[in-house]
Protein backbone atom coordinates (compact mmCIF):
# COMPACT_ATOMS: atom_id res chain seq x y z
CA UNK A 1 0.00 0.00 0.00
CA UNK A 2 0.98 3.31 -0.88
CA UNK A 3 0.04 5.96 1.73
CA UNK A 4 0.47 9.57 1.20
CA UNK A 5 -0.63 11.24 4.21
CA UNK A 6 -1.24 15.32 4.34
CA UNK A 7 1.79 16.15 2.09
CA UNK A 8 2.82 19.64 1.62
CA UNK A 9 5.40 20.99 -0.63
CA UNK A 10 5.97 24.42 -2.99
CA UNK A 11 8.42 25.23 -5.78
CA UNK A 12 10.10 28.72 -5.50
CA UNK A 13 7.03 29.45 -3.00
CA UNK A 14 4.39 27.98 -5.15
CA UNK A 15 2.42 25.90 -3.37
CA UNK A 16 2.45 22.49 -5.25
CA UNK A 17 0.17 20.00 -2.13
CA UNK A 18 -1.21 21.73 0.55
CA UNK A 19 -2.77 18.61 3.11
CA UNK A 20 -2.79 16.45 0.15
CA UNK A 21 -3.70 12.96 1.40
CA UNK A 22 -4.10 9.62 -0.99
CA UNK A 23 -4.23 5.78 -0.45
CA UNK A 24 -3.44 3.61 -3.05
CA UNK A 25 -3.64 -0.38 -2.69
CA UNK A 26 -1.49 -3.03 -3.53
CA UNK A 27 -1.69 -3.95 -7.14
CA UNK A 28 -3.86 -0.97 -8.49
CA UNK A 29 -3.63 0.60 -11.22
CA UNK A 30 -4.13 4.10 -11.19
CA UNK A 31 -4.06 6.98 -13.24
CA UNK A 32 -2.69 9.91 -11.84
CA UNK A 33 -4.25 12.98 -13.96
CA UNK A 34 -4.43 16.98 -13.72
CA UNK A 35 -3.46 19.72 -15.52
CA UNK A 36 0.15 20.59 -16.75
CA UNK A 37 2.06 22.30 -14.02
CA UNK A 38 0.17 21.11 -11.47
CA UNK A 39 2.78 18.94 -9.88
CA UNK A 40 2.01 15.12 -11.06
CA UNK A 41 5.91 14.38 -12.08
CA UNK A 42 7.08 16.34 -8.61
CA UNK A 43 5.08 14.14 -6.78
CA UNK A 44 6.41 11.06 -8.53
CA UNK A 45 9.98 12.41 -7.06
CA UNK A 46 8.44 12.97 -3.84
CA UNK A 47 7.60 9.50 -3.15
CA UNK A 48 10.88 8.67 -4.90
CA UNK A 49 12.42 10.44 -2.00
CA UNK A 50 14.24 12.70 -4.76
CA UNK A 51 12.94 15.63 -3.13
CA UNK A 52 12.23 16.36 0.96
CA UNK A 53 8.73 16.93 1.50
CA UNK A 54 8.49 20.23 3.61
CA UNK A 55 4.93 18.25 5.72
CA UNK A 56 3.57 15.17 6.32
CA UNK A 57 4.79 11.66 5.27
CA UNK A 58 4.78 9.22 2.57
CA UNK A 59 4.93 5.58 3.48
CA UNK A 60 5.32 2.54 1.58
CA UNK A 61 5.84 -1.05 2.54
CA UNK A 62 9.36 -2.17 4.28
CA UNK A 63 11.73 -2.98 1.34
CA UNK A 64 9.22 -2.20 -1.24
CA UNK A 65 10.89 -1.72 -4.79
CA UNK A 66 10.19 1.68 -6.54
CA UNK A 67 10.83 2.01 -10.77
CA UNK A 68 10.41 4.07 -13.19
CA UNK A 69 11.87 5.70 -16.41
CA UNK A 70 13.97 8.57 -15.43
CA UNK A 71 15.76 8.52 -18.56
CA UNK A 72 17.01 6.92 -21.83
CA UNK A 73 19.38 4.36 -21.65
CA UNK A 74 22.76 4.98 -22.15
CA UNK A 75 23.87 4.89 -25.45
CA UNK A 76 26.88 1.99 -25.77
CA UNK A 77 28.19 -1.25 -27.29
CA UNK A 78 25.46 -3.60 -24.69
CA UNK A 79 23.13 -5.38 -26.80
CA UNK A 80 19.13 -4.04 -26.29
CA UNK A 81 18.62 -7.95 -24.77
CA UNK A 82 21.96 -8.14 -22.21
CA UNK A 83 20.74 -3.77 -20.93
CA UNK A 84 16.89 -4.78 -20.17
CA UNK A 85 18.42 -8.46 -18.67
CA UNK A 86 20.39 -6.44 -16.45
CA UNK A 87 17.64 -4.47 -15.16
CA UNK A 88 16.56 -7.12 -12.89
CA UNK A 89 19.31 -6.58 -10.54
CA UNK A 90 19.20 -10.04 -8.55
CA UNK A 91 19.43 -12.37 -11.09
CA UNK A 92 22.43 -10.22 -12.59
CA UNK A 93 23.95 -10.63 -9.44
CA UNK A 94 23.38 -14.25 -8.85
CA UNK A 95 24.20 -14.97 -12.52
CA UNK A 96 28.03 -13.51 -11.74
CA UNK A 97 28.51 -15.04 -8.82
CA UNK A 98 27.71 -18.63 -10.29
CA UNK A 99 30.69 -18.22 -12.42
CA UNK A 100 32.90 -17.86 -10.07
CA UNK A 101 31.27 -19.60 -6.86
CA UNK A 102 33.38 -22.48 -5.36
CA UNK A 103 31.73 -23.02 -2.10
CA UNK A 104 28.89 -26.27 -2.70
CA UNK A 105 26.42 -25.07 -0.52
CA UNK A 106 26.54 -21.39 -1.64
CA UNK A 107 26.48 -22.96 -4.93
CA UNK A 108 22.98 -24.80 -4.04
CA UNK A 109 21.96 -21.45 -2.37
CA UNK A 110 22.22 -19.67 -6.31
CA UNK A 111 20.92 -22.17 -8.35
CA UNK A 112 17.89 -22.64 -5.99
CA UNK A 113 17.42 -18.85 -6.18
CA UNK A 114 17.75 -18.63 -9.34
CA UNK A 115 14.78 -21.30 -10.07
CA UNK A 116 12.81 -19.49 -7.72
CA UNK A 117 12.76 -16.04 -9.47
CA UNK A 118 12.49 -18.27 -12.58
CA UNK A 119 15.93 -16.97 -13.98
CA UNK A 120 16.15 -19.10 -17.05
CA UNK A 121 13.11 -18.23 -18.71
CA UNK A 122 14.39 -14.72 -18.46
CA UNK A 123 15.84 -14.30 -21.75
CA UNK A 124 12.59 -14.90 -23.38
CA UNK A 125 10.12 -12.85 -21.54
CA UNK A 126 12.99 -9.59 -21.96
CA UNK A 127 12.51 -10.79 -26.01
CA UNK A 128 8.72 -10.44 -25.38
CA UNK A 129 9.31 -7.50 -24.13
CA UNK A 130 11.15 -6.05 -25.99
CA UNK A 131 9.31 -6.95 -29.55
CA UNK A 132 6.04 -5.49 -28.14
CA UNK A 133 7.70 -2.24 -27.62
CA UNK A 134 8.80 -2.52 -31.17
CA UNK A 135 11.99 -4.08 -31.37
CA UNK A 136 12.65 -6.92 -33.89
CA UNK A 137 14.82 -10.27 -32.62
CA UNK A 138 17.86 -8.68 -34.32
CA UNK A 139 17.33 -5.10 -33.24
CA UNK A 140 17.14 -6.76 -29.79
CA UNK A 141 20.90 -8.21 -30.35
CA UNK A 142 22.22 -5.05 -31.86
CA UNK A 143 24.30 -2.34 -29.17
CA UNK A 144 22.12 0.60 -28.19
CA UNK A 145 24.61 3.22 -29.57
CA UNK A 146 22.61 2.02 -32.66
CA UNK A 147 19.50 3.72 -32.01
CA UNK A 148 18.38 7.22 -31.65
CA UNK A 149 17.50 8.46 -28.02
CA UNK A 150 13.38 8.09 -28.67
CA UNK A 151 14.14 4.62 -29.21
CA UNK A 152 16.65 4.27 -25.79
CA UNK A 153 13.42 5.67 -24.24
CA UNK A 154 12.08 2.01 -25.38
CA UNK A 155 15.12 0.14 -23.68
CA UNK A 156 14.76 1.80 -20.54
CA UNK A 157 10.73 1.51 -20.65
CA UNK A 158 11.22 -2.19 -21.45
CA UNK A 159 13.89 -2.61 -18.73
CA UNK A 160 12.05 -1.83 -15.82
CA UNK A 161 8.85 -3.74 -16.89
CA UNK A 162 10.93 -6.38 -16.77
CA UNK A 163 12.49 -5.63 -13.45
CA UNK A 164 9.19 -5.82 -12.33
CA UNK A 165 9.15 -3.43 -9.32
CA UNK A 166 6.86 -3.22 -6.76
CA UNK A 167 5.55 0.08 -7.52
CA UNK A 168 5.75 1.17 -10.82
CA UNK A 169 5.52 5.01 -11.78
CA UNK A 170 5.64 5.83 -14.98
CA UNK A 171 5.28 9.43 -16.46
CA UNK A 172 3.81 9.58 -20.29
CA UNK A 173 4.98 6.53 -21.33
CA UNK A 174 3.52 6.70 -24.44
CA UNK A 175 5.18 10.04 -26.13
CA UNK A 176 7.77 7.57 -27.19
CA UNK A 177 5.39 4.68 -28.99
CA UNK A 178 3.04 4.48 -32.20
CA UNK A 179 0.42 3.15 -31.80
CA UNK A 180 1.28 -0.97 -31.55
CA UNK A 181 3.21 -0.23 -28.94
CA UNK A 182 1.07 1.86 -27.07
CA UNK A 183 -1.92 -0.93 -27.03
CA UNK A 184 0.55 -3.50 -26.10
CA UNK A 185 1.73 -1.48 -23.36
CA UNK A 186 -1.83 -0.98 -22.05
CA UNK A 187 -2.56 -4.94 -21.95
CA UNK A 188 0.77 -5.55 -20.63
CA UNK A 189 0.34 -2.67 -17.46
CA UNK A 190 -3.62 -4.20 -17.55
CA UNK A 191 -2.09 -8.01 -16.28
CA UNK A 192 0.96 -6.82 -14.29
CA UNK A 193 1.49 -8.46 -10.96
CA UNK A 194 2.17 -4.88 -8.77
CA UNK A 195 1.18 -1.40 -8.42
CA UNK A 196 1.22 0.85 -10.86
CA UNK A 197 0.67 4.68 -10.99
CA UNK A 198 0.65 6.16 -14.51
CA UNK A 199 0.69 10.22 -15.61
CA UNK A 200 -0.77 9.79 -18.81
CA UNK A 201 -3.05 12.06 -20.75
CA UNK A 202 -4.04 8.98 -23.57
CA UNK A 203 -7.81 8.50 -22.47
CA UNK A 204 -7.39 5.02 -24.18
CA UNK A 205 -4.84 4.23 -21.93
CA UNK A 206 -6.76 5.68 -18.77
CA UNK A 207 -10.13 3.55 -19.63
CA UNK A 208 -8.54 -0.04 -20.51
CA UNK A 209 -5.05 -0.44 -18.54
CA UNK A 210 -6.07 1.72 -14.91
CA UNK A 211 -8.89 0.82 -12.79
CA UNK A 212 -8.52 4.18 -10.70
CA UNK A 213 -8.39 7.95 -11.03
CA UNK A 214 -5.93 9.98 -9.08
CA UNK A 215 -6.69 13.27 -9.23
CA UNK A 216 -4.48 16.75 -8.91
CA UNK A 217 -6.24 19.59 -8.88
CA UNK A 218 -6.21 23.41 -6.09
CA UNK A 219 -2.64 21.80 -4.68
CA UNK A 220 -5.24 18.15 -3.16
CA UNK A 221 -5.45 14.63 -4.09
CA UNK A 222 -8.50 12.47 -5.17
CA UNK A 223 -9.35 9.01 -5.65
CA UNK A 224 -11.52 7.77 -7.44
CA UNK A 225 -12.34 4.36 -8.56
CA UNK A 226 -13.49 3.45 -11.86
CA UNK A 227 -11.44 4.28 -14.90
CA UNK A 228 -11.55 7.74 -17.00
CA UNK A 229 -14.69 7.78 -18.09
CA UNK A 230 -16.29 7.04 -15.34
CA UNK A 231 -14.15 9.42 -13.13
CA UNK A 232 -15.20 12.33 -16.04
CA UNK A 233 -18.75 11.33 -15.38
CA UNK A 234 -18.44 11.60 -11.80
CA UNK A 235 -16.56 14.80 -11.81
CA UNK A 236 -19.33 16.59 -13.87
CA UNK A 237 -22.14 15.52 -11.91
CA UNK A 238 -20.23 16.48 -8.31
CA UNK A 239 -19.57 20.13 -10.56
CA UNK A 240 -23.47 20.47 -11.10
CA UNK A 241 -24.14 19.68 -7.82
CA UNK A 242 -21.87 21.58 -6.37
CA UNK A 243 -22.86 24.73 -9.10
CA UNK A 244 -26.80 24.37 -7.91
CA UNK A 245 -25.95 24.06 -3.79
CA UNK A 246 -23.95 27.57 -4.58
CA UNK A 247 -26.45 29.22 -6.24
CA UNK A 248 -29.25 28.41 -3.99
CA UNK A 249 -26.72 29.08 -1.08
CA UNK A 250 -26.53 32.82 -2.83
CA UNK A 251 -30.14 32.98 -3.23
CA UNK A 252 -30.90 32.65 0.60
CA UNK A 253 -27.95 34.73 1.52
CA UNK A 254 -29.38 37.55 -0.68
CA UNK A 255 -32.75 36.95 1.12
CA UNK A 256 -31.39 37.12 4.52
CA UNK A 257 -29.23 40.08 3.70
CA UNK A 258 -32.23 41.69 1.68
CA UNK A 259 -33.99 41.70 5.16
CA UNK A 260 -30.86 43.07 7.48
CA UNK A 261 -31.19 45.51 4.66
CA UNK A 262 -34.71 46.48 5.35
CA UNK A 263 -35.80 46.34 8.89
CA UNK A 264 -32.25 47.17 10.84
CA UNK A 265 -32.96 50.41 11.36
CA UNK A 266 -36.96 49.69 12.88
CA UNK A 267 -36.37 48.80 16.90
CA UNK A 268 -39.37 46.47 16.26
CA UNK A 269 -37.50 44.44 13.99
CA UNK A 270 -34.02 44.80 15.05
CA UNK A 271 -33.76 41.73 16.79
CA UNK A 272 -34.92 39.41 13.94
CA UNK A 273 -32.28 41.10 12.15
CA UNK A 274 -28.99 40.40 14.11
CA UNK A 275 -30.06 36.99 14.10
CA UNK A 276 -29.79 36.79 10.54
CA UNK A 277 -26.28 38.65 10.58
CA UNK A 278 -25.45 35.89 12.95
CA UNK A 279 -26.82 32.93 10.68
CA UNK A 280 -25.33 34.78 7.49
CA UNK A 281 -21.89 34.68 9.29
CA UNK A 282 -22.02 31.23 10.35
CA UNK A 283 -23.40 30.25 6.91
CA UNK A 284 -20.03 27.96 5.25
CA UNK A 285 -19.79 29.60 1.99
CA UNK A 286 -19.92 27.40 -1.05
CA UNK A 287 -17.93 28.11 -3.98
CA UNK A 288 -19.04 27.67 -7.34
CA UNK A 289 -16.61 25.85 -9.62
CA UNK A 290 -14.64 28.03 -11.53
CA UNK A 291 -14.34 26.82 -14.96
CA UNK A 292 -10.53 26.61 -16.07
CA UNK A 293 -9.64 28.49 -18.75
CA UNK A 294 -10.79 26.54 -21.85
CA UNK A 295 -7.97 25.43 -24.37
CA UNK A 296 -8.24 26.35 -28.07
CA UNK A 297 -6.89 25.76 -31.57
CA UNK A 298 -7.64 27.72 -34.37
CA UNK A 299 -7.05 26.81 -37.69
CA UNK A 300 -7.10 28.89 -40.97
CA UNK A 301 -9.54 28.10 -43.08
CA UNK A 302 -8.24 27.43 -46.96
CA UNK A 303 -10.06 28.10 -50.29
CA UNK A 304 -11.85 25.28 -52.04
CA UNK A 305 -9.98 23.34 -54.62
CA UNK A 306 -11.11 21.08 -57.36
CA UNK A 307 -10.94 16.93 -56.28
CA UNK A 308 -8.69 15.30 -55.94
CA UNK A 309 -6.10 17.64 -54.67
CA UNK A 310 -3.88 15.07 -54.73
CA UNK A 311 -3.42 11.46 -56.65
CA UNK A 312 -0.83 8.79 -56.69
CA UNK A 313 -0.56 6.16 -59.38
CA UNK A 314 2.21 3.66 -59.50
CA UNK A 315 3.77 5.36 -57.02
CA UNK A 316 7.56 3.75 -55.38
CA UNK A 317 9.61 5.54 -52.83
CA UNK A 318 12.29 4.44 -50.12
CA UNK A 319 16.13 5.56 -49.47
CA UNK A 320 18.43 5.53 -52.11
CA UNK A 321 18.40 2.08 -53.47
CA UNK A 322 15.88 0.69 -50.62
CA UNK A 323 12.46 0.59 -51.90
CA UNK A 324 9.96 0.44 -48.42
CA UNK A 325 6.71 1.49 -50.55
CA UNK A 326 5.89 0.44 -53.82
CA UNK A 327 2.14 0.29 -55.64
CA UNK A 328 0.86 2.86 -54.75
CA UNK A 329 -2.38 4.42 -55.96
CA UNK A 330 -4.25 6.85 -54.13
CA UNK A 331 -6.35 9.65 -54.13
CA UNK A 332 -6.99 12.29 -51.02
CA UNK A 333 -9.72 14.90 -51.65
CA UNK A 334 -9.92 17.87 -49.22
CA UNK A 335 -13.07 16.73 -47.44
CA UNK A 336 -10.67 13.40 -46.11
CA UNK A 337 -9.77 12.42 -42.59
CA UNK A 338 -7.41 9.43 -42.86
CA UNK A 339 -5.79 7.52 -40.19
CA UNK A 340 -1.98 5.66 -41.34
CA UNK A 341 -1.96 2.59 -39.75
CA UNK A 342 0.64 -0.01 -39.50
CA UNK A 343 3.61 -1.38 -37.21
CA UNK A 344 6.70 0.52 -36.51
CA UNK A 345 8.92 0.62 -39.38
CA UNK A 346 6.60 -0.44 -42.15
CA UNK A 347 6.64 3.00 -43.80
CA UNK A 348 3.89 5.17 -42.43
CA UNK A 349 6.50 8.49 -41.90
CA UNK A 350 8.10 7.20 -45.37
CA UNK A 351 4.68 8.13 -46.82
CA UNK A 352 3.93 11.29 -45.18
CA UNK A 353 7.10 12.79 -46.29
CA UNK A 354 6.52 11.69 -49.72
CA UNK A 355 2.68 13.20 -49.50
CA UNK A 356 4.39 16.42 -48.39
CA UNK A 357 7.28 16.41 -50.75
CA UNK A 358 9.55 15.79 -48.56
CA UNK A 359 10.74 13.06 -50.14
CA UNK A 360 10.66 12.07 -53.85
CA UNK A 361 8.98 9.44 -55.91
CA UNK A 362 11.71 6.76 -57.25
CA UNK A 363 8.53 5.84 -60.36
CA UNK A 364 5.16 6.78 -60.55
CA UNK A 365 3.44 9.64 -61.09
CA UNK A 366 1.72 12.09 -58.88
CA UNK A 367 -0.44 15.03 -59.55
CA UNK A 368 -1.80 17.68 -57.41
CA UNK A 369 -3.55 20.76 -57.42
CA UNK A 370 -1.54 23.67 -58.30
CA UNK A 371 -2.64 25.78 -55.47
CA UNK A 372 -1.72 23.10 -53.16
CA UNK A 373 -0.44 24.51 -49.90
CA UNK A 374 0.47 21.02 -47.41
CA UNK A 375 0.96 21.83 -43.31
CA UNK A 376 3.15 18.97 -41.95
CA UNK A 377 3.98 18.57 -38.15
CA UNK A 378 5.99 15.81 -36.52
CA UNK A 379 7.22 15.33 -33.18
CA UNK A 380 11.02 16.21 -34.03
CA UNK A 381 10.25 19.47 -35.40
CA UNK A 382 8.98 20.63 -31.49
CA UNK A 383 12.47 19.73 -31.09
CA UNK A 384 14.28 21.97 -33.38
CA UNK A 385 12.36 24.94 -32.00
CA UNK A 386 14.96 27.51 -30.96
CA UNK A 387 15.02 27.59 -27.33
CA UNK A 388 16.74 30.86 -27.28
CA UNK A 389 13.76 32.80 -29.07
CA UNK A 390 10.10 33.36 -27.56
CA UNK A 391 7.07 32.19 -29.77
CA UNK A 392 6.36 35.42 -30.88
CA UNK A 393 9.80 35.45 -32.58
CA UNK A 394 9.18 32.56 -34.38
CA UNK A 395 6.02 33.64 -35.73
CA UNK A 396 7.44 37.44 -36.47
CA UNK A 397 9.92 35.51 -39.04
CA UNK A 398 7.44 33.86 -40.34
CA UNK A 399 4.97 36.86 -41.21
CA UNK A 400 7.33 40.21 -40.73
CA UNK A 401 5.05 42.26 -42.35
CA UNK A 402 2.34 41.48 -40.01
CA UNK A 403 1.13 43.72 -36.58
CA UNK A 404 2.44 42.28 -33.85
CA UNK A 405 -1.26 42.39 -32.51
CA UNK A 406 -2.52 40.49 -35.17
CA UNK A 407 0.43 37.57 -34.65
CA UNK A 408 -0.22 38.06 -30.80
CA UNK A 409 -4.22 37.06 -31.65
CA UNK A 410 -2.46 34.20 -33.93
CA UNK A 411 -1.01 32.48 -30.86
CA UNK A 412 -3.82 33.32 -28.56
CA UNK A 413 -5.48 31.12 -31.33
CA UNK A 414 -3.44 28.44 -29.92
CA UNK A 415 -3.62 28.85 -26.48
CA UNK A 416 -0.21 31.13 -26.43
CA UNK A 417 -1.61 33.93 -23.99
CA UNK A 418 0.52 37.14 -23.38
CA UNK A 419 3.01 35.32 -21.08
CA UNK A 420 3.94 32.59 -23.33
CA UNK A 421 4.47 35.14 -26.17
CA UNK A 422 7.53 36.81 -24.01
CA UNK A 423 8.75 33.36 -22.58
CA UNK A 424 11.76 31.68 -24.26
CA UNK A 425 11.03 28.40 -26.03
CA UNK A 426 13.64 26.93 -23.36
CA UNK A 427 11.60 27.63 -20.39
CA UNK A 428 7.69 26.51 -22.19
CA UNK A 429 6.26 23.24 -21.49
CA UNK A 430 5.98 20.56 -24.00
CA UNK A 431 2.34 20.99 -24.46
CA UNK A 432 3.72 25.11 -25.34
CA UNK A 433 6.16 24.09 -27.61
CA UNK A 434 3.41 21.66 -29.68
CA UNK A 435 0.76 24.21 -29.88
CA UNK A 436 3.66 26.33 -30.89
CA UNK A 437 4.64 24.09 -33.88
CA UNK A 438 1.01 23.33 -34.75
CA UNK A 439 0.47 26.79 -35.34
CA UNK A 440 3.27 27.50 -37.56
CA UNK A 441 2.53 24.07 -39.77
CA UNK A 442 -0.73 25.90 -39.82
CA UNK A 443 0.14 29.19 -40.38
CA UNK A 444 -0.84 29.31 -44.47
CA UNK A 445 -3.77 27.85 -44.17
CA UNK A 446 -2.82 24.71 -45.92
CA UNK A 447 -5.84 22.60 -47.74
CA UNK A 448 -3.94 19.13 -46.25
CA UNK A 449 -2.62 19.08 -42.64
CA UNK A 450 -0.29 16.02 -42.38
CA UNK A 451 0.17 15.51 -38.06
CA UNK A 452 2.71 12.82 -37.22
CA UNK A 453 2.05 12.06 -33.65
CA UNK A 454 0.37 15.84 -32.87
CA UNK A 455 -1.09 14.83 -28.86
CA UNK A 456 2.92 14.18 -27.52
CA UNK A 457 2.94 16.34 -24.23
CA UNK A 458 -0.59 17.96 -25.07
CA UNK A 459 -3.02 17.52 -21.54
CA UNK A 460 -6.79 15.79 -22.10
CA UNK A 461 -7.87 19.35 -22.01
CA UNK A 462 -5.54 20.21 -25.29
CA UNK A 463 -6.27 16.67 -26.76
CA UNK A 464 -10.06 17.55 -27.17
CA UNK A 465 -9.33 21.10 -28.41
CA UNK A 466 -7.85 19.62 -31.25
CA UNK A 467 -10.43 17.26 -32.27
CA UNK A 468 -12.81 20.34 -32.48
CA UNK A 469 -10.33 22.01 -34.43
CA UNK A 470 -9.91 19.25 -36.83
CA UNK A 471 -13.38 18.06 -36.72
CA UNK A 472 -13.95 22.22 -37.86
CA UNK A 473 -11.58 22.53 -40.53
CA UNK A 474 -12.22 22.30 -43.94
CA UNK A 475 -9.27 20.58 -45.53
CA UNK A 476 -8.02 17.23 -45.55
CA UNK A 477 -6.01 15.28 -42.70
CA UNK A 478 -3.39 12.37 -42.29
CA UNK A 479 -2.86 11.53 -39.54
CA UNK A 480 -0.79 9.07 -37.63
CA UNK A 481 -1.13 8.93 -33.98
CA UNK A 482 -1.15 6.44 -31.09
CA UNK A 483 -4.37 7.93 -29.20
CA UNK A 484 -7.07 5.90 -30.12
CA UNK A 485 -9.75 8.45 -28.77
CA UNK A 486 -8.20 11.06 -31.40
CA UNK A 487 -8.25 8.44 -34.07
CA UNK A 488 -11.97 7.24 -33.56
CA UNK A 489 -13.28 10.57 -33.31
CA UNK A 490 -10.95 12.93 -36.31
CA UNK A 491 -10.28 9.37 -38.90
CA UNK A 492 -13.15 8.16 -41.10
CA UNK A 493 -10.86 6.21 -43.97
CA UNK A 494 -8.48 4.12 -42.53
CA UNK A 495 -4.90 3.36 -44.83
CA UNK A 496 -3.29 0.50 -43.69
CA UNK A 497 0.68 0.39 -44.51
CA UNK A 498 1.96 -2.75 -44.21
CA UNK A 499 4.61 -5.23 -46.29
CA UNK A 500 5.34 -2.50 -48.34
CA UNK A 501 1.35 -1.62 -49.65
CA UNK A 502 -0.86 0.72 -48.51
CA UNK A 503 -4.22 -0.16 -48.67
CA UNK A 504 -7.80 0.32 -47.16
CA UNK A 505 -8.40 -0.76 -43.92
CA UNK A 506 -12.37 -1.49 -44.28
CA UNK A 507 -12.59 -2.62 -40.56
CA UNK A 508 -12.99 -0.24 -37.56
CA UNK A 509 -10.10 0.50 -34.95
CA UNK A 510 -11.31 -1.56 -32.25
CA UNK A 511 -11.10 -4.70 -34.83
CA UNK A 512 -7.27 -3.79 -35.55
CA UNK A 513 -6.68 -3.51 -31.85
CA UNK A 514 -8.19 -6.94 -31.54
CA UNK A 515 -5.72 -7.45 -34.44
CA UNK A 516 -2.58 -5.98 -32.75
CA UNK A 517 -3.32 -7.79 -29.52
CA UNK A 518 -3.76 -11.33 -30.95
CA UNK A 519 -1.04 -11.44 -33.83
CA UNK A 520 -0.68 -15.34 -33.36
CA UNK A 521 -4.15 -16.29 -33.62
CA UNK A 522 -3.94 -19.29 -36.43
CA UNK A 523 -6.28 -18.89 -39.30
CA UNK A 524 -9.62 -20.80 -39.14
CA UNK A 525 -9.32 -24.21 -40.61
CA UNK A 526 -11.55 -25.58 -43.68
CA UNK A 527 -14.26 -27.50 -42.13
CA UNK A 528 -13.22 -30.72 -43.66
CA UNK A 529 -9.18 -29.99 -42.36
CA UNK A 530 -8.51 -31.44 -38.33
CA UNK A 531 -7.33 -28.47 -36.33
CA UNK A 532 -3.34 -27.96 -36.34
CA UNK A 533 -1.65 -27.31 -33.74
CA UNK A 534 -0.44 -23.98 -33.08
CA UNK A 535 3.19 -23.68 -33.77
CA UNK A 536 5.41 -21.62 -31.48
CA UNK A 537 6.76 -17.95 -32.88
CA UNK A 538 10.18 -18.09 -34.07
CA UNK A 539 11.03 -15.49 -30.71
CA UNK A 540 9.63 -18.12 -28.54
CA UNK A 541 11.43 -20.91 -29.82
CA UNK A 542 14.68 -18.71 -29.30
CA UNK A 543 13.84 -18.25 -25.99
CA UNK A 544 13.23 -22.16 -25.66
CA UNK A 545 16.63 -23.07 -27.10
CA UNK A 546 18.22 -20.31 -24.40
CA UNK A 547 16.36 -22.21 -21.63
CA UNK A 548 18.23 -25.07 -22.60
CA UNK A 549 21.59 -23.92 -23.21
CA UNK A 550 21.38 -22.44 -19.41
CA UNK A 551 20.08 -25.91 -17.92
CA UNK A 552 22.88 -27.61 -19.93
CA UNK A 553 25.57 -25.36 -18.31
CA UNK A 554 23.80 -24.89 -14.70
CA UNK A 555 24.26 -29.30 -15.14
CA UNK A 556 28.05 -28.97 -16.19
CA UNK A 557 28.86 -26.99 -13.55
CA UNK A 558 27.12 -29.04 -10.95
CA UNK A 559 28.59 -32.34 -12.40
CA UNK A 560 31.90 -30.36 -11.91
CA UNK A 561 30.97 -29.80 -8.01
CA UNK A 562 29.54 -32.94 -7.55
CA UNK A 563 32.79 -34.78 -8.91
CA UNK A 564 35.22 -32.56 -6.74
CA UNK A 565 33.29 -33.52 -3.67
CA UNK A 566 33.50 -37.13 -4.51
CA UNK A 567 36.92 -36.96 -4.73
CA UNK A 568 36.77 -35.24 -1.82
CA UNK A 569 35.30 -38.11 0.20
CA UNK A 570 36.94 -40.58 -1.45
CA UNK A 571 40.46 -39.54 0.78
CA UNK A 572 40.97 -42.17 3.63
CA UNK A 573 42.17 -39.48 5.75
CA UNK A 574 38.65 -37.75 6.10
CA UNK A 575 37.10 -40.37 8.22
CA UNK A 576 40.36 -40.70 10.53
CA UNK A 577 38.21 -40.51 14.23
CA UNK A 578 38.71 -36.78 14.70
CA UNK A 579 37.76 -35.71 11.50
CA UNK A 580 34.23 -37.25 12.17
CA UNK A 581 32.40 -33.36 12.63
CA UNK A 582 34.53 -32.25 9.19
CA UNK A 583 32.87 -35.65 7.46
CA UNK A 584 29.59 -34.35 8.35
CA UNK A 585 30.18 -30.84 6.59
CA UNK A 586 31.31 -32.51 3.36
CA UNK A 587 28.28 -35.33 3.54
CA UNK A 588 26.09 -32.45 4.09
CA UNK A 589 27.39 -29.84 1.07
CA UNK A 590 27.52 -33.40 -1.45
CA UNK A 591 23.58 -34.01 -0.53
CA UNK A 592 22.63 -30.40 -1.07
CA UNK A 593 24.79 -30.38 -4.63
CA UNK A 594 23.19 -33.72 -5.36
CA UNK A 595 19.58 -32.08 -4.64
CA UNK A 596 20.12 -29.28 -6.59
CA UNK A 597 21.72 -31.34 -9.82
CA UNK A 598 18.42 -33.05 -9.75
CA UNK A 599 16.22 -30.03 -9.63
CA UNK A 600 18.92 -29.03 -12.55
CA UNK A 601 18.81 -32.21 -14.56
CA UNK A 602 14.63 -32.49 -14.41
CA UNK A 603 14.35 -28.26 -15.56
CA UNK A 604 16.63 -29.09 -17.96
CA UNK A 605 15.00 -32.41 -19.36
CA UNK A 606 11.74 -30.37 -18.89
CA UNK A 607 13.44 -27.70 -21.51
CA UNK A 608 14.63 -30.03 -23.81
CA UNK A 609 11.31 -31.49 -24.76
CA UNK A 610 9.48 -28.60 -25.23
CA UNK A 611 12.18 -27.62 -27.57
CA UNK A 612 11.68 -30.90 -29.24
CA UNK A 613 8.01 -30.61 -29.40
CA UNK A 614 8.48 -26.97 -30.71
CA UNK A 615 10.81 -28.18 -33.73
CA UNK A 616 9.09 -31.40 -34.60
Same mark, same amino acid.
Given at each position: ?LR????????E?R??FE???A????G???GL?GR???G???????I??????E???IS?PQ????G !?V?Q?V???????L???LA?????A?L?A?????T??A????????LAD???W??E?R??N????????AEE?????????G????????AAV???????L???E???????E???WL?S?L??Y??T?L?ISHD?G?L?R?VGAI??L??R?L???T??Y???AR??AE??A???????K??A??AH?Q??????K??A?????A???V???E???????P?DA??T?????EPE?????IL?V????? !?Y?????L?????RI??DDRI??LG??????S??????SD?L???E???????KL?IGF?A???V???????????H??????G????KL??????F??GAD??E?E??RL?? !???????L??????A?????L?E??NH???????A?V?A??????A?I?V?H????L?L?A??????K????????D??E??RR??LTP?KP??P?K??APK?????RDQ??A??AEV???EE????L??M?D??A??????A??E????G?L??W?K?????M????R?????M??????E????
Amino acid at each position: MLRIDDITYSVEGRPLFEGASATIPAGHKVGLIGRNGAGKTTLFRLIRGELALEGGTISLPQRARIG !GVAQEVPGNEVSLLDTVLAADTERAALMAEAETATDPARIADIQTRLADIDAWSAEGRASNILRGLGFTAEEQLMPCSAFSGGWRMRVALAAVLFAEPDVLLLDEPTNYLDLEGALWLESYLAKYPHTVLIISHDRGLLNRAVGAILHLENRSLTYYTGPYDQFARQRAEQRAVQAAQAKKQEARRAHLQSFVDRFKAKASKAKQAQSRVKMLEKMDRITAPEDAARTVFTFPEPEELSPPILAVEGGKT !GYGDTVILRNLNLRIDQDDRIALLGRNGEGKSTLSKMLSDRLAMMEGKMTRSSKLRIGFFAQHQVDELHIDETPLQHIQRERPGEQQAKLRARLAGFGLGADQAETEVGRLSG !GQKARLSLLLATLDAPHMLILDEPTNHLDIESREALVEALTAYTGAVILVSHDMHLLSLVADRLWLVKDGQVTPYEDDLEAYRRMLLTPDKPAKPAKEEAPKPKRPSRDQVLAMKAEVRKGEERVNKLNEMRDKLAKKLADPALYESEKVGELEVWNKKYAEVMDALERAESLWMSALEKLEAAEA
